[in-house]
């Protein structure tokens, strides 16, 4: 929301605070000021009359350019101008030679067209009054020579504010001037306590047959000139509000909506067809709206309609055969009040946020529609030359209920001692009106529909008394409280996958169908958003799998040819079992209840996942980098993990390992199928891995604590050894059988290379492993060393493996 500060002065008229303080003071008060813009800072534009105009038909027909003098006051002046919307005689804005309009525009005599032009003719545009404007910027008023900054009030300070879904009554000039005066303690004035006429028995005619509009003022304005403009201070003040001047009767609903935060939507009452009539769509129906999109129309959106059918989404946009166009001189003007819920989901469902449903999506006051309505013909009338007609009110609202709340809590919350009399004055400052002594009744005020609870009432007293003042005290934790077992060993998982080069990312829960499909992961149904922040990522994730590969690829684009990353987080399976009633709010559910909503829920295990590209350690990634990471992580919390051959899409069938805990799958790890590298984008031979880290968890948490490593001051002794073995035996198993046989002096085995050729015969495959011996008491002999290393060579003989070159 953006205040100007001269239009803040209006409703505050004793205010004479600087933009800063302001700033400083509505901080204070919980709203959040994101700057404080200055504008108008301009010289040497003075009026000018236009002395005469001289048609420089040379260059014709390709460009109009005319000749002219025009007379500051201090001197007659040439002119070179291109445009043809004045005449002599007219009072326009002149920028003097040496003036510097905004954008850093400079202005200074020069030739031009063969004439001199010694200064300029402004627009609107120019003087900084409108984004575009369609010629010169002529004058009602002014003397010759009379700073047009002045006369325009082009000086001054905007505060650009960011409003919180909870202040939908600070989306106008209104809202944010009542907590301006209540900061400063000075006098308000109220736009929205102006006196309005009583409806006529012959208005305009408006049924409600919905709950979603509960107040509905419609009034008619006729014979307004269609080609009267809006006057500069309205055009300007729209403009520092961030908005574009249009026309005279859409600028002045919109100038209404800004000052009191009430939407406005006006018609062309000659296209209306009967009675307005606001309603649920119909199967079938659809509208045009005035973004001149054709829109199907879901049965739960609020419509406003006539005998015609759907002229308006209500509380959103209007329909393009009502809109107001270059000849109405006929409007009818709507000021309605519709609930939040209404106009959220209408909003949502068309993806067509707007002003006017941003507004009404937090709240707005339903005191305000006659209020706002009568502001707009005020104007209407006094600026278009229009008249007056009857007025409708079509009002349903229920009296608002009070809140009951002990005085003392706001102190009680606050911790701190605020007795009854500054409750009570904080809670009139917001608007309430408060009774009672011990357990006040607090009514609150029409703009403030959040305010529902003690709760509320709570922050607005400790607000408006200051959030500085409240005392900042860390409660003491319990001694023997931290992180649970649970928690422990997830943290070492995560710290065993850092430690060896892999690089954390966190990546948003929600993928594409395409992306699921193309994985292999459909199987898992993973659960479809209801209203997703995007419809292309419409789903919960069934695995961390599809983030980190977009994660890769954006590492890729940028030049990270390199990437080691892995994710810990939950993914989501299955989408439970509905419940027959959710339960109500005014008590706590029941265990059953409470059981029956878990159980709607889907599955939501936690999983470990990584992802490698690229090169590791001076060599392309491969298989058994993505198997080692993972099973160094299970070993990190004393879980033990063996593996076996796997074909589970979306991997390579050849190269792909299952991940087993006692003989059942836990995860998977290998080499991305290249049908599906070549289809993402990513970069060849990448390889994943994803385990459930919460079954992990639970192993290691069943096994308890792992003992303590015993850390040996001796040296150790490594020797390699490259056996060849069938090409369909398991690494894992040549290894596993390399432990056993070199007895409990092994300290390391470490698979090193892989080598396929004829140097080792078809169908076979050698593979080199390291061997690290070590003694927890002594230095081993060079014949301890090798007797370990045949030992270990002849347990891996049960798998037909030999040395090589043997």
């Known amino acids: 929301m953006r205040v100007p500060l001269s239009w803040l002065k209006e409703l505050v008229p004793d205010l004479t605070a600087a933009a800063d303080e302001v700033a400083e003071a509505l901080v204070r008060a919980g709203l959040e000021v994101e700057q404080v813009e200055r504008h108008g800072d301009i010289a040497n534009v003075v009026v000018g009359r236009v002395v005469d105009v001289e048609e420089l038909t040379e260059f014709l027909p390709k460009k109009t350019i005319r000749f002219c003098h025009v007379d500051t006051g201090a001197g007659v002046r040439e002119v070179v101008c291109g445009a043809t919307n004045f005449a002599a005689g007219d009072l326009v804005p002149f920028a003097l030679p040496g003036a510097v309009l905004p954008g850093g525009f400079e202005i200074a005599t020069r030739r031009t067209y063969g004439r001199t032009s010694d200064g300029m003719i402004c627009s609107a545009a120019e003087l900084g009054l409108a984004d575009s404007s369609h010629g010169i910027l002529v004058l009602e008023t002014g003397q ?30 209104r809202g944010v001037a009542r907590e301006t005066a209540t900061a400063f303690d000075l006098a308000f004035h109220d736009p929205g306590l102006r006196e309005t006429p009583a409806p006529d028995d012959d208005g305009y005619q408006v049924r409600l047959d919905d709950a979603g509009c509960d107040r509905f003022v419609a009034r008619v304005v006729r014979g307004v000139d269609p080609n009267a403009p809006s006057p500069a201070w309205l055009q300007r003040r729209l403009a520092l509000a961030g908005m574009r001047p249009i026309s005279l009767a859409v600028d002045i609903t919109n100038h209404v909506m800004l000052e009191m935060g009430q939407p406005l939507h006006a018609y062309d009452l000659a296209t209306l067809q ?35 059918g759907p002229i308006g989404l209500a509380g959103v946009m209007g329909g393009a055969s009502t809109e107001i166009s270059a000849s109405t001189a006929d409007v009818l003007v709507e000021a309605a009040h519709f609930t939040p819920s209404a106009i959220t989901l209408t909003a949502r469902r068309h993806r067509l946020p707007s002003e006017a ?42 009296p608002p209920a009070a809140v009951r709340m002990p005085a003392g809590l706001p102190g009680r919350v606050a911790g701190l001692d605020y007795s009854r009399e500054i409750v009570t004055h904080r809670l009139e400052q917001v608007g309430c009106r408060v009774s009672g002594e011990d357990i006040l009744e607090v009514l609150p005020p029409s703009w403030r529909p959040d305010l529902t609870g003690p709760a509320d009432l709570v922050e607005e007293v400790i607000r408006l008394e200051g959030y500085d003042a409240v005392p900042v005290a860390l409660p003491t934790a319990p001694a023997g409280r931290g992180l649970t077992a649970g928690q422990r060993l997830r943290r070492t998982v995560a710290r065993a996958l850092a430690s060896s080069g892999l690089v954390e990312v966190v990546m948003p829960p929600f993928v594409a169908d395409e992306l699921v499909e193309e ?28 983030g980190l590969l977009t994660a890769v690829l954006r590492n890729v684009g940028r ?20 419940v027959a009633e959710v339960p109500k709010t005014s008590q706590r559910p029941t265990d059953e209840e409470l059981a029956a909503l878990d159980g ?99 192993a290691a948490a069943e096994a308890g604590p ?30 596993h059988r390399l432990r056993e046989g070199a007895g409990e002096l092994l ?58 070159g043997s």
């Open 519 to 546: 994985l292999g992961l459909a199987g898992y149904q993973p659960p479809r958003l209801l209203n997703p922040l995007s419809e292309e990522e419409a789903l919960l994730r069934p695995a961390l799998l599809p």
């Open 559 to 578: 030049g990270l040819s390199d990437v080691a990353i892995y994710e810990t987080g939950s993914v989501f399976r299955g989408s439970g079992t509905p």
């Open 600 to 698: 709607a829920l889907p599955a939501q295990p936690r999983h470990a996942a990584v992802a490698l590209a690229g090169n590791r350690a001076g060599r392309a990634v491969a298989v058994g980098d993505a198997v080692e990471v993972l099973l160094a992580a299970a070993r990190a919390i004393g879980i033990s993990l063996t593996i076996s051959r796997g074909q589970d899409a979306p991997y390579h069938p050849g190269r792909c390992a299952v991940l087993l805990l006692d003989g059942e799958p836990i995860g998977t790890a290998g080499e991305l199928h290249p049908r599906v590298v070549s289809h993402l984008g990513l970069p060849p031979r990448t390889v994943v891995g994803e385990l459930d880290l919460d079954r992990l968890v639970r």
């Open 357 to 398: 449903s941003k507004r009404f999506e937090r709240g707005v006051d339903s005191a305000l529609p006659s209020a706002a309505a009568d502001l707009a013909v005020q104007l209407l009338v006094e600026l278009g030359g229009g008249t007056a007609g009857p007025v409708t009110d079509n009002d349903q609202r229920t």
């Open 747 to 804: 300290e390391e085995v470490r698979l090193f290379d892989v080598f396929t050729g004829p140097q080792v015969g078809e169908g076979r495959v050698s593979l080199a492993y390291s061997l690290r011996f070590r003694a927890p008491d002594r230095t081993l002999t060079d014949a301890e060393v090798l007797a370990a290393r045949d030992a270990a060579v002849a347990a891996a003989g049960a798998l037909g493996a030999v040395l090589r």
């Open 144 to 173: 010759l020579g009379e700073n047009v900054v002045e006369l325009l009030g082009l000086r001054d300070e905007v505060l650009d504010i960011a409003i919180t879904p909870d202040r939908g009554y600070a989306l106008s000039v």
């Open 274 to 308: 009967g009675p307005i009539v606001v309603r649920r769509a119909k199967a079938g129906e659809r509208l045009t709206t005035l973004d001149g999109q054709d829109r199907a129309l879901h049965p739960a959106d609020l419509l406003i309609t006539d005998d015609s």
């Open 706 to 735: 792992a003992p303590a490593p015993v850390l040996s001051t001796y040296p150790p002794s490594s020797v390699d050894v490259a056996l060849v073995v069938a090409d369909d035996v398991l690494a894992a198993d040549v290894e």
